[in-house]
């Protein structure tokens, strides 16, 4: 199981913010506001060789932040938010290792074959992500796009897995229902991800205690990656970071 950094961006700032808060015309929920610039944790996560973290764009505004990062780190952080494939790349020859995509490939609610295969003709398959982030409704978990505000009709499933990731060379499944939240994981959608992905998958979401990380690496069979967001103390939560990289480096080094 590896430890995966991130860098959110809203307004030009890093922030933790509560998952599914974020909509246009008012504030998210915020755990966390830095008054360090994104270059800073990039650089720390280049020092500590933290390879495939990824940096957020969460809304307008974010483009210059997310520069600085990348610049930080060329080649060693991934970029998602507001990706399609008009612009993909632009954010590779920005620095970026890959591209995260979500919204461009879910429109109206349905999975765009379309852009999907435009965007692998630009990128290529080997930098591109695909953002599976969920929320449970009526017992299943289903993608949700447009900032996390929209439950498409793709379900997290094994016949869906099996069919994107022919696309992609990872995926990005933040668990909206508990993301930022620091009140545990969801150890359901880890053994759901962890039984039917055979790439590289990284979980976001709920993480406060060593113990949680635990659970990720029993649920996931340590096959998921890990993030840590508002529980991480770079971002003001009590997980030491030096801990959390020395946790996860354990859990490789028994496998």
């Given at each position: 199981m590896k430890f995966r950094p991130c860098i959110d961006l809203h307004n030009g700032t890093v922030k933790q913010i509560v998952g599914g808060s974020l909509s246009d015309g008012s504030e998210p929920q915020t755990n966390f506001v830095s008054n360090r610039d994104p270059s800073w944790y990039a650089a720390l996560y280049r020092n500590d060789d933290l390879r495939g973290g990824h940096v957020i764009k969460l809304g307008e505004g974010n483009d210059s932040a997310a520069k600085s990062a990348l610049q930080a780190w060329p080649g060693g952080?991934?970029?998602?938010?507001?990706?399609?494939?008009?612009?993909?790349?632009?954010?590779?020859?920005?620095g970026a290792e890959k591209v995260i995509v979500?919204?461009?490939?879910?429109?109206?609610?349905?999975?765009?074959?379309?852009?999907?295969?435009?965007?692998?003709?630009?990128?290529?398959?080997?930098?591109?992500?695909l953002d599976l982030s969920c929320r449970k409704r009526d017992g299943k978990y289903w993608v949700?796009?447009?900032?996390?505000?929209?439950?498409?009709?793709?379900?997290?499933?094994?016949?869906?897995?099996?069919?994107?990731?022919?696309?992609?060379?990872?995926?990005?499944?933040?668990?909206?229902?508990?993301?930022?939240?620091?009140?545990?994981?969801?150890?359901?959608l880890i053994q759901l991800l962890a039984s039917h992905i055979s790439i590289p998958c990284t979980y976001a979401g709920g993480v406060q205690s060593f113990a949680d990380l635990k659970k990720v690496q029993?649920?996931?069979?340590?096959?998921?990656?890990?993030?840590?967001?508002?529980?991480?103390?770079?971002?003001?939560?009590?997980?030491?970071?030096?801990?959390?990289?020395?946790?996860?480096?354990?859990?490789?080094?028994?496998?």
């Open positions: 952080l991934q970029i998602g938010g507001g990706i399609t494939a008009q612009n993909a790349t632009n954010w590779l020859d920005a979500t919204s461009a490939i879910f429109k109206a609610g349905r999975l765009d074959e379309e852009q999907l295969t435009e965007l692998l003709k630009r990128v290529g398959r080997n930098h591109l992500v949700v796009a447009d900032r996390w505000q929209t439950f498409t009709q793709t379900q997290i499933e094994a016949k869906t897995i099996e069919k994107l990731e022919a696309s992609c060379s990872e995926f990005l499944v933040h668990g909206v229902d508990v993301e930022g939240k620091q009140q545990g994981i969801d150890e359901e029993v649920a996931g069979n340590n096959r998921i990656d890990i993030t840590v967001g508002s529980a991480l103390d770079l971002f003001g939560g009590t997980l030491p970071y030096r801990d959390v990289i020395d946790f996860c480096n354990q859990t490789l080094y028994n496998t």
